[in-house]
T-cell receptor
Framework: DVKVTQSSRYLVKRTGEKVFLECVQD?????MFWYRQDPGLGLRLIYF???????EKGDIPEGYSVSREKKERFSLILESASTNQTSMYLC????????????FGQGTRLTVV | DQQVKQNSPSLSVQEGRISILNCDYT??????FLWYKKYPAEGPTFLIS?????DKNEDGRFTVFLNKSAKHLSLHIVPSQPGDSAVYFC?????????????FGTGTLLAVQP
């Protein structure tokens, strides 16, 4: 079974802190994604990566950055956390070709106070 | 600009009846569509998909229909069961060479009443 693991289920951080969310997949997938889920807004794409060191902005990249130094790991960085970044963060990975599904991690509920 | 839209935020259905969840999209470059199911505090799990070259795909109780001319897809669940109660997201890919974006809709909360 494909496994996508996010480092934390729940996080509480203070405004202005730098926050790292880690995601690891064990299936040698080329593509990895970061989403946030908010009520009424669905899953919105923050960033995605189609290979090591390659990244592209999604629909809501402001306030975020990413890092993909190794194929299995995709990190989401909140440079200076703000209360409007309180959300459920979801990481996903998939094989890098069309017509395949993406597999999700269990999610990280981040609260910024 | 919401490229994938689910206009019904919620749906309530009796156990044993059919559930129909709808999804509209605007980008004609999308070539692969998926449905995911999500329980609270868990990640989405893949349900069923369909390629743009097909108009129907069936897997057990789940059938997805695609109408490309209308840019519309739907998920049918027959018969509905209480365990199907969850949020359902439709999603779409477009494959742009080395990169491909996976775009999700806003979700529909399905409640199956016993």
């Amino acid at each position: 079974d494909v496994k996508v693991t996010q480092s934390s289920r729940y996080l509480v951080k203070r405004t202005g802190e730098k926050v790292f969310l880690e995601c690891v997949q064990d299936m040698d997938h080329e593509n990895m994604f970061w989403y946030r889920q908010d009520p009424g807004l669905g899953l919105r794409l923050i960033y995605f990566s189609y290979d090591v060191k390659m990244k592209e902005k999604g629909d809501i990249p402001e306030g975020y950055s990413v890092s993909r130094e190794k194929k299995e790991r995709f990190s989401l960085i909140l440079e200076s956390a703000s209360t409007n970044q309180t959300s459920m963060y979801l990481c996903a990975s998939r094989v890098g070709r069309s017509n395949t599904e993406a597999f999700f991690g269990q999610g990280t509920r981040l609260t910024v106070v | 600009d919401q490229q994938v839209k689910q206009n019904s935020p919620s749906l309530s259905v009796q156990e044993g009846r059919i559930s129909i969840l709808n999804c509209d999209y605007t980008n004609s470059m999308f070539d692969y569509f998926l449905w995911y199911k999500k329980y609270p505090a868990e990640g989405p799990t893949f349900l069923i998909s369909i390629s743009s070259i097909k108009d129907k795909n069936e897997d057990g109780r789940f059938t997805v229909f695609l109408n490309k001319s209308a840019k519309h897809l739907s998920l049918h669940i027959v018969p509905s069961q209480p365990g199907d109660s969850a949020v359902y997201f439709c999603a779409a890919y477009y494959y742009g060479g080395a990169t491909n974006k996976l775009i999700f809709g806003t979700g529909t909360l399905l409640a199956v009443q016993p």
